[in-house]
């Protein structure tokens, strides 16, 4: 009698996998490792078919070379940068991920935050809960109306795109810097604004919002420089990968009034550090960050349709990978 196929989900999960046992049960095991870094794994991930990879957690060489029978690794979301496809490839493993969950989500969390922000929804109940200032409309001055202003967009894919529909909707003059689009999606989509360079997009953008995978070309595409480029009084919202902003220049920008306002959902470790610059300034009452910045814990995603969304169409995507069907969304 062969034996049965296994199917190791590595981190995030650790319930009772009713929806993989569903989807996977008469072709494979499944086992929740519940891990928080590789060194978690012990050999329990060596012999496995197929492995979920959620975002707790990397998965490099050091683990990809023990891999005896892998035939794909599943990245339950978007970006895949915290597992090493090159590496992956070079042993004959595809490494596939799910773009189309979750969609919806971010891009409300993203249009969320930043209504949030230059609303001043967020600035005056900080600024009341900690009894500072009056009861009075002015602690946000200036508000500027949002039909009208610019919200340019980083990254022009699935998510970018649903975001930029909802700013659109709001009547903003919605602006896109993503090389990689086919001309005429500006067009097909009601009129967005292209720039091919980033800097000139940057200069007319009063929300910035990040919607790009993490690359070496992307990496900290937002420094120091690019929010000097930004007009003052600016606001920049990153609900994408975390180390596409170098959020160590956020609390100077906040303090020089460059930046009005930062929502971060996306860190480049998480949990971060107490001493974590960003952190350290968003919880210290003296610092004008700590009304100004908005901390989520890379819950942008987050609803219970979406968890479960990810779930099935990561086990779809082992279930084929095993029924030796051709795999989707392969990204190395």
Known sequence: MPKRAKVVIADFIRDELEPERRI??????????????????????????????????????????????????????????????????????????????????????AIGMMLTMTRGVHLYNSRLRAAQGPWAHHEAVPLRRLRGSTFAIIGLGRIGTAAALRAKALGMDVLFYDPYVPDGADKALGGLRRFDKLDDMLAEAYVVSLHCCLTDETRRIVDASAMARMPKGSYLVNTARGALVDTDAIPDAIASAQLAGAAIDVLETEPPADDDPLIAAWRDPSHPAHHRVIVNPHSAFYCEAGIMDIRVKASQACRRVLEGLPLRNVVN
């Open 24 to 109: 996977l049960g008469n072709l494979a095991d499944v086992v929740a490792l519940d891990a928080t870094s590789e060194d978690q794994f012990g050999n329990r991930i060596d012999d496995a078919d197929a492995i979920m990879v959620y975002h707790s957690l990397s998965v490099t060489r050091r683990t990809i070379e023990r891999l005896t029978n892998c035939k794909l690794i599943i990245r339950c979301g978007v970006g895949f940068d915290n597992i090493d496809r090159t590496y992956a490839r070079s042993r004959g493993i595809p490494v596939a991920n799910v773009p189309d969950y979750g969609t919806e989500e971010v891009a409300d969390s």
